[in-house]
């Protein structure tokens, strides 16, 4: 737990997954998600969204560690 903890849940579980996707089909990700949203969606757009989604991210992963270890100085 303490490993998944330092990685963070998110990062791990979202963002890996993710990028992987991005990074191998980025052409059609940005044509179905302008076809679903009605907006035109270009492969930038997609690099700046999930920039945007990775820094959401840390900073919940950060919070969670922060507590974590809040935790275990209090138990000390």
Known sequence: ???LRSMG?????LLVPLGA???NYP????EWLSSLLGL???RGNLGA???LL????????????????GREARAV
């Open 9 to 13: 849940f998110l990062f791990l579980f």
């Open 1 to 3: 737990m303490g490993l």
């Open 21 to 23: 996707l991005l990074a």
């Open 40 to 42: 035109e969606i270009t």
């Open 27 to 30: 052409g059609p990700i940005a």
């Open 54 to 69: 990775a820094a959401i991210c840390l900073k919940i992963d950060l919070d969670i560690r922060r507590r974590a270890q």
């Open 49 to 51: 969204g999930f920039m």
